[in-house]
T-cell receptor, first 113, second 116 residues
Framework: DGGITQSPKYLFRKEGQNVTLSCEQN?????MYWYRQDPGQGLRLIYY???????QKGDIAEGYSVSREKKESFPLTVTSAQKNPTAFYLC????????????FGQGTRLTVV | QKEVEQNSGPLSVPEGAIASLNCTYS??????FFWYRQYSGKSPELIMF????GDKEDGRFTAQLNKASQYVSLLIRDSQPSDSATYLC????????????????FGKGTKLSVKP
C-alpha cells in the first residue's frame, strides 16, 4: 500500500536531549513537509523540501533540523535548542509543491519529561 | 494579517442541518484551495479541493471559491454526528517562501459539533 509513515507514534524526551522523528513515503512525491500542531491550534510549518538534497525553513524552524538525502525520507530532529518541543508533529508529502493535495502521516506525539 | 484565517468556533449545528465553514486568505496569487477534516488526535484527511471560482460539489460537501473576495467556504449538507471534527482550510501561498510552487498554508481550523 502506498502511503506516508511516521514513527514512532509516541515519543518521550528528557530535557536537553535531541530526538529524531522518522518520516518515510512511497508515493514517489517530490515535496515533503513537517508541521507542528499545538492543542487547539492549526498547523505551523517547520521545514519543507521540494527536491532531494534541498530544504527550506518554514515559520518555526528554530530548534529543529532536517535532511533530505533520499526522495522517500525526510527525518526531523528536535534539538535541545527547541525550548518547548511538546507537541503533535505531522509529516506530509505532495506530488509537487502547494498546488496539489498533501497526504499526511499518522503523526508523532512528542512529550518532554 | 494572517495568511489563512478561519473562525475557530466551536460551530454547533443540529443533525440534518447545513454546516457552513468559512476561510479567508491574503495571498492573491493563491491558486489551490483545500479542505481537510481532522478528528481529535488524528492526522488531517483531505475532503475537497477547488481551483476555480464557483461551486464544486461532492456528495454532501460543497466547496465555494471567490477569488475576488479571497474567500473559500465549505458547506456540509445533512450534517451527521460523525462530521464532528475540526475542519482545516489550506491555501497554497507564495508570500513567504517563493519558488514556483509555493507551499500549503493552513488555517487554525474550525471545530464543528453536530448534535443528535
Amino acid at each position: 500500500d502506498g502511503g506516508i509513515t511516521q514513527s514512532p507514534k509516541y515519543l518521550f524526551r528528557k530535557e536537553g536531549q535531541n530526538v529524531t522523528l522518522s518520516c518515510e513515503q512511497n508515493l514517489n512525491h517530490d515535496a515533503m513537509y513537517w508541521y507542528r500542531q499545538d492543542p487547539g491550534q492549526g498547523l505551523r510549518l517547520i521545514y519543507y523540501s521540494q527536491i532531494v538534497n534541498d530544504f527550506q525553513k518554514g515559520d518555526i524552524a528554530e530548534g529543529y533540523s532536517v535532511s533530505r538525502e533520499k526522495k522517500e525520507s525526510f527525518p526531523l530532529t528536535v534539538t535541545s535548542a527547541q525550548k518547548n518541543p511538546t507537541a503533535f508533529y505531522l509529516c506530509a508529502s505532495s506530488a509537487t509543491g502547494g498546488n496539489t493535495e498533501a497526504f499526511f502521516g499518522q503523526g508523532t506525539r512528542l512529550t518532554v519529561v | 494579517q494572517k495568511e489563512v484565517e478561519q473562525n475557530s468556533g466551536p460551530l454547533s449545528v443540529p443533525e440534518g442541518a447545513i454546516a457552513s465553514l468559512n476561510c479567508t486568505y491574503s495571498d492573491r496569487g493563491s491558486q489551490s484551495f483545500f479542505w481537510y477534516r481532522q478528528y481529535s488526535g488524528k492526522s488531517p484527511e483531505l475532503i475537497m479541493f477547488i481551483y476555480s471560482n464557483g461551486d464544486k460539489e461532492d456528495g454532501r460537501f460543497t466547496a465555494q471559491l471567490n477569488k475576488a473576495s479571497q474567500y473559500v467556504s465549505l458547506l456540509i449538507r445533512d450534517s451527521q454526528p460523525s462530521d464532528s471534527a475540526t475542519y482545516l482550510c489550506a491555501v497554497n501561498s507564495f508570500m513567504n517562501y517563493g519558488g514556483s510552487q509555493g507551499n500549503l498554508i493552513f488555517g487554525k481550523g474550525t471545530k464543528l459539533s453536530v448534535k443528535p
